[in-house]
């Protein structure tokens, strides 16, 4: 980016200074009605040269002054309504400071603000440019193209092209001045003529070479006519609907069955936690059956032990060797006895407790079972049944589009076989044509096919409905949508699709031009799509439209103005809000103006 504008200034006598800063990236201004959003870009157009003033002085503005960063340095521009002169104030060593007329012009061409704003995209000498079939010169000057990248409200709705001017009077010039910008050439050099000899061969190689393509289209086209025949006779848009329709079922069948699936894996998981807990609580009781027997056991030899007992016997103390009396305690029978019928209740209860328990676990595997048969049976539904039948109505779908596709190719073959036609009669004519100078055969094919590639894009990333074709048509320097031409829209479609020309005429020209500006201005791209009479595209356009801008204007100042803006992520984008309200934020551009 060789330069930005950084800041607009209007001021007045007695008036606060209105100032907007700019970002040199993506900035966006909006707000409603009677602003003074519009006043921005015809403030701009003044700073460019344009003779119409911006704002009404009976405002008490009376002075438009912008400041420009380059890579040397900053500008200061500064005009007062109403005159004819520019005083520049620069510290940019490219640039002196001093008075510049506002008219381009031969004469004195330094002290021009044509020279200038040239220069600061690297045009620093006076280049002529062509501006009829007749050769006539005519100087290169900054307003010739800055209506490309310059789309004002009127400019962007229009039906002609963004490219061009409005005035057929100065086509040539324009695009003259276009491959200027784009390759430097400026044809200051008459080319030389052809004689009558070489005139008549290069029309008979053309005149060869429209007989061979002929040929080849009509080849393919009676390829595809065979191709045809293989499909049966029937409505293919009414079957394409139906199998649309029985692939809409089995989806959502199969989108039940993935439902149904997940419920019962749910439940699997539920019961399989259940029947965990089931196993462990079963082991813990066999532990516990196992310690009740233990102990009965115990208890058992304990009362059979004391029961056998004589009353009494003597023994000898095995320390003093005394003799000791042991006499039978027929307390330790009774207490054995009472333990031993305790625990064998608690072992009835238990053995009770785990028949229920086994009994669970029982039911639950049975239930675990179902559940995984339901499982398995819906899984074969799926996966043998609905998917497979979802695979052949998508084939036979495919085989019906071919067919449609064959028709489409068709169709493309006859006109193409009526535009060689055309070209053949037409080089059969062609006389006097051939000394006039026909700007538009200047412009190289590369451009137009990767301007055309690049609207194509741009539109099929913004989601365009049934998007099937772009051409660049060179003879209206506009584009053909689908075989229909851009003038055919309202001004919603319009505005929408100047706009996207001169985005993309703007990245071409910032990656691949000898001279670009890298500056576009866009005033209301979608106000116009509220017009209730007005085809206009879906929101989703709308939307991707400012995406699309925010994403990818890099290295090119953008500004573009609009009441409404869709509510997307902005990212690092300069934004600027003008509320109309005198208590809430900026009310409008002129500070010391509201309505």
């Known amino acids: 980016m060789s330069f930005y504008i950084e800041k607009i200034i209007v001021t007045g006598s007695g008036k606060t200074d209105s100032i907007i800063e700019l970002s040199n990236g993506v900035n966006i201004i909006y707000g409603p009605s009677n602003t003074g959003k519009t006043y ?20 008490g503005y009376q002075y438009i002054k912008i400041i420009v960063r380059t890579q040397c340095g900053t500008i200061t521009m500064s005009r007062k309504i109403g005159e004819n ?75 002609y092209s963004a490219i061009l001017s409005g005035r057929d009077t100065s086509n040539t010039a324009v ?4 491959i200027f910008l784009l390759s430097g050439q400026d044809f200051a050099e008459t080319e030389t003529k052809d004689t009558k000899e070489i005139k008549e061969a290069k029309k008979n190689a053309v005149k060869a070479y429209i007989n061979k393509e002929l040929f080849r289209l009509s080849e393919r086209n009676q390829e595809l ?38 419920k019962i894996l749910a439940q699997l998981y539920e019961k399989n936690e259940n029947l965990s807990e089931c196993n ?38 095995p320390f003093c060797d005394g003799e000791v ?8 029978i009774d207490a054995a006895k009472s333990d031993y019928k305790k625990i064998k209740l608690q072992a009835k209860d238990l053995e009770s407790a785990s028949k229920e328990l086994r009994s669970e676990k029982l039911s639950l595997e049975q239930e675990i079972g179902t559940l995984m048969a339901k499982k398995k049976s819906i899984e074969e539904l799926i996966g043998k049944e609905l998917k497979p039948q979802v695979f052949n109505l998508k084939e036979k779908l495919s085989v019906y589009k071919d067919a449609i596709e064959c028709q489409k190719e068709i169709d493309i073959l006859k006109k193409l076989s009526e535009q060689k036609t055309a070209d053949m009669i037409e080089n059969d004519t062609d ?52 075989g229909k ?38 005033d209301s791209p979608i106000l116009s799509l509220k017009e209730k009479k007005t085809k206009k595209p879906s929101e989703t356009m709308r939307n991707t439209l400012f995406e699309n801008i925010v994403d990818n204007q890099k290295g090119i100042q953008t500004i573009v103005i609009e009441n409404e803006i869709p509510e997307i992520n902005y990212k690092d984008a300069n934004i600027i809000h003008f509320t109309k309200e005198k208590n809430n934020g900026r009310y409008g551009f002129l500070l010391d103006v509201a309505d």
């Open 40 to 59: 921005i870009v015809k403030c701009i157009d003044y700073m460019f040269g344009s003779k119409r003033e911006p704002i009404d002085i009976s405002t």
């Open 85 to 159: 002169k520019i005083e520049v104030s620069s510290n940019d060593n490219n640039v002196p400071s001093g008075k510049y007329a506002t008219k381009a012009s031969r004469t004195n061409y330094d002290k021009t603000i044509n020279s200038v704003w040239l220069s600061l995209i690297g045009i620093n000498d006076l280049h002529l440019v062509i501006s009829n079939e007749n050769y006539k010169k005519q100087i290169l000057s900054w307003r010739t193209f800055s209506h490309m990248f310059m789309l004002t409200e009127t400019k962007i709705i229009s039906e």
């Open 175 to 178: 695009i003259a001045s276009l």
């Open 225 to 262: 006519l065979a191709q045809l025949k293989e499909n049966p006779n029937i409505d293919i848009a009414v079957e394409i609907e139906k199998i649309m329709a029985e692939i809409s079922t089995n989806e959502k069948r199969i989108n039940s069955s993935i439902e149904e699936n997940q």
């Open 280 to 317: 462990v609580l079963l082991n813990r009781y066999d532990e516990l059956t196992t310690q009740y027997d233990a102990d009965l056991k115990r208890l058992n030899f304990i009362v059979d032990g004391e029961a056998n007992l004589n009353a009494s016997f003597s023994t000898h103390c």
């Open 325 to 332: 009396v042991v006499k039978k305690n027929q307390n330790y």
């Open 431 to 482: 006389e006097e044509s051939e000394l006039k100078f026909k700007v538009k055969e200047h412009l190289d094919y590369s451009f137009i096919n990767e301007l055309s590639s690049g609207i194509k894009s741009f539109l099929e990333n913004c989601n365009y409905d049934n998007l099937l074709s772009v051409i660049f048509d060179k003879a209206d320097m506009d584009i053909v949508i689908n």
């Open 485 to 522: 031409k851009k003038s055919s829209n309202g001004k919603g479609y319009n505005a929408y699709f100047n706009s996207v020309v001169a985005i993309v005429l703007s990245r071409y020209m910032e990656s691949k031009a000898k001279y670009s500006p890298d500056f576009l201005v866009l």
